[in-house]
């Protein structure tokens, strides 16, 4: 009596898919996904609650949750930055101010804080990281989703070439990544980034042009 659990990325869902379809038949697959908005919440204030020495304007914590749809590693990112924050300038009471200036970080010196990169984009294939550098180009703060048609458009205006069956596939894996999301509504297919710091750091790092080198 042996059980085999096998753990790793969204690529196994590929992988049983496409390459152990047998298997795949007989596994019961568990994802682990992102936290729920309680636990996000809890994830954020308790380690420091304890102690007494930080606590958060619950603004800030409102903020937290949505920019990183409650991604737990962002959330742990995001938080040790602000406390290392407060510990330089000696204040222990987080607001806006400080959380605008952590992002800023994120965002627009990727350099200096490589953790979008490193857990976001890196492990991504080619295909993929054009598909959501189109997508964060075509998405706007008052309606985040875009027509799958207009990605696909996009696509093919940028390179002519474009096979729409790879797009598929490539749009399925972003899912299966639950880096991307479909709109709920019954209209035609619409999707939007889910995390919205992931989006802002695309806009600002990754242009279409600079990425799309069919």
């Not at 609650?49 to 920019?67: A, E, F």
């Not at 987080?94 to 976001?120: H, K, M, R, Y």
């Not at 989703?145 to 596939?169: G, N």
Request: with cysteine.
């Amino acid at each position: 009596q042996i059980t085999f659990i096998f753990t790793g990325t969204y690529a196994l869902y590929e992988m049983m898919r496409q390459k152990m379809p047998d298997i795949a038949k007989i596994c019961l697959p568990y994802l682990v996904s992102y936290l729920d908005e309680e636990s996000a919440r809890k994830l954020i204030r308790e380690p420091v609650s304890d102690s007494g020495s930080m606590s958060y304007d619950h603004r800030v914590v409102d903020r937290i949750v949505k920019i990183t749809a409650c991604h737990p590693y962002l959330i742990q990112y995001l938080c040790a930055s602000l406390v290392d924050r407060m510990n330089n300038l000696k204040y222990n009471v987080v607001n806006l101010t400080d959380i605008d200036w952590v992002l800023e970080g994120v965002v627009e010196n990727p350099s200096q804080s490589p953790i979008i990169s490193a857990i976001l984009w890196d492990d991504l294939d080619q295909t993929q990281r054009r598909l959501l550098a189109i997508m964060a180009a075509k998405s706007s703060a008052g309606n985040p989703y875009v027509d799958f048609e207009e990605i696909l458009l996009a696509a093919k205006e940028l390179a002519p070439y474009t096979v729409v069956e790879d797009v598929l596939k490539t749009r399925e894996k972003l899912e299966d990544a639950q880096l991307i999301e479909k709109s709920p509504l019954e209209v035609s297919p619409a999707y939007m980034i889910k995390i919205p710091v992931h989006e802002l750091w695309l806009k600002h790092n990754k242009k279409i042009r600079e990425v799309m080198k069919w």
